[in-house]
Nanobody, 123 residues
Framework: QVELMESGGGLVQPGGSLRLSCVAS????????MNWYRQAQGKERELVAR???????DYAESVKGRFTISRDNARNTVYLQMNSLNTEDTAVYYC?????????????????WGKGTLVTVSS
């Protein structure tokens, strides 16, 4: 059994900052890509940032220069530092992880999603 637990969402004023965290727990053998997605009300879910196992990163154009994704492999944790937030960043943010877990001596590669954490940017 593998679980993802996100934290760090909340209400922030425009121009402010938040840091999201996502911890993967369970019988994890290894973790590949770790991603943050977001979904604003009435819109489709979109990829915000990706970090590979080798720490290569990729960002949506709308967040480049403002958001930073990082990971701590020892803690199975991915972070999203969000600066200079604006109202268009308001959304539910989801952690997504591609990992290999162990069950009864066998390895399985699967994609997991967290339940999401709400970020609201408002004055």
């Amino acid at each position: 059994q593998v679980e993802l637990m996100e934290s760090g969402g909340g209400l922030v004023q425009p121009g402010g900052s938040l840091r999201l965290s996502c911890v993967a727990s369970g019988s994890i053998f290894s973790i590949n890509d770790m991603n943050w997605y977001r979904q604003a009300q009435g819109k489709e879910r979109e990829l915000v940032a990706r970090i590979t196992s080798g720490h290569s990163t990729d960002y949506a154009e709308s967040v480049k220069g403002r958001f930073t994704i990082s990971r701590d492999n020892a803690r199975n944790t991915v972070y999203l530092q969000m600066n200079s937030l604006n109202t268009e960043d308001t959304a539910v943010y989801y952690c997504n992880v591609d990992l290999v877990f162990v069950r009864r001596g066998k390895n399985y590669d699967m994609d997991y999603w967290g339940k999401g954490t709400l970020v609201t940017v408002s004055s």
